[in-house]
């Protein structure tokens, strides 16, 4: 069975200060996760993803990644904020085990104060 | 290289109706996902076809939703008939293979009340 918790509904930066957004994951298998992001009125974009290679992953718009086993963590990171960075993030967790759904965590709201 | 598609984006239903969501997917990708958010829950799997065949569906609710994809190229999800905890945001998405080192591509999404 695979699950991911957020552990923060919302989180508020100011611009140019570092992003912090938090993801606990567990899985039976060898997970590979995902974070996403949802813009008002945009669909799913793929920030970034975890598939068994290099620990540390960077994605668009300058957000990395670091997935850490013994902590069982996933935690989502940027230097600086912008504000086009509002919006809401979704962790994602799926099993490398033959077939397996995604399984989203409830979503981090980010706010973006100037 | 067109996303997948989703329509209509919003649609307002009462009670009882019923309403028909359409996906189309990005071409050539075989699998293709729908997955919902009702209000303050998680987005959660509701069924994967891989062509025109259903892989997994164990995420319906009830027998109230029917999806299909004839061809195995655009989906349907027809709501039959709607009840008010049918409300959400209802994506699909589409992938080449199962996923992993390809990801998947999702739609913008359709908002359905049920009022």
């Known amino acids: 069975a695979q699950s991911v918790t957020q552990l923060d509904s919302h989180v508020s930066v100011s611009e140019g200060t570092p992003v912090l957004l938090r993801c606990n994951y567990s899985s039976s298998y060898s997970p590979s996760l995902f974070w996403y992001v949802q813009h008002p009125n945009k669909g799913l974009q793929l920030l970034l993803k975890?598939?068994?290679?290099?620990?540390l992953v960077k994605g668009i718009n300058g957000f990395e990644a670091e997935f850490k086993k013994s902590e069982t963590s996933f935690h989502l990171t940027k230097p600086s904020a912008h504000m086009s960075d509002a919006a809401e993030y979704f962790c994602?967790?799926?099993?490398?085990?033959?077939?397996?759904?995604?399984?989203f965590g409830k979503g981090t709201m980010l706010l973006v104060s100037p | 290289e067109a996303g997948v598609t989703q329509f209509p984006s919003h649609s307002v239903i009462e009670k009882g109706q019923t309403v028909t969501l359409r996906c189309d997917p990005i071409s050539g990708h075989d699998n293709l996902y729908w997955y919902r958010r009702v209000m303050g829950k998680e987005i959660k799997f509701l069924l994967h076809f891989v062509k025109e065949s259903k892989q997994d569906e164990s995420g319906m609710p009830n027998n109230r939703f029917l999806a299909e994809r004839t061809g195995g190229t655009y989906s349907t999800l027809k709501v039959q008939p709607a009840e008010l905890e049918d409300s959400g945001v209802y994506f699909c998405?589409?992938?080449?293979?199962?996923?992993?080192?390809?990801?998947?591509?999702f739609g913008s999404g359709t908002r359905l009340t049920v009022v």
């Open positions: 994602v967790v799926t099993e490398n085990s033959g077939y397996s759904t995604l399984t």
């Open positions: 975890y598939t068994s290679a290099a620990t």
């Open positions: 998405a589409s992938s080449q293979a199962l996923a992993l080192n390809y990801g998947y591509t």
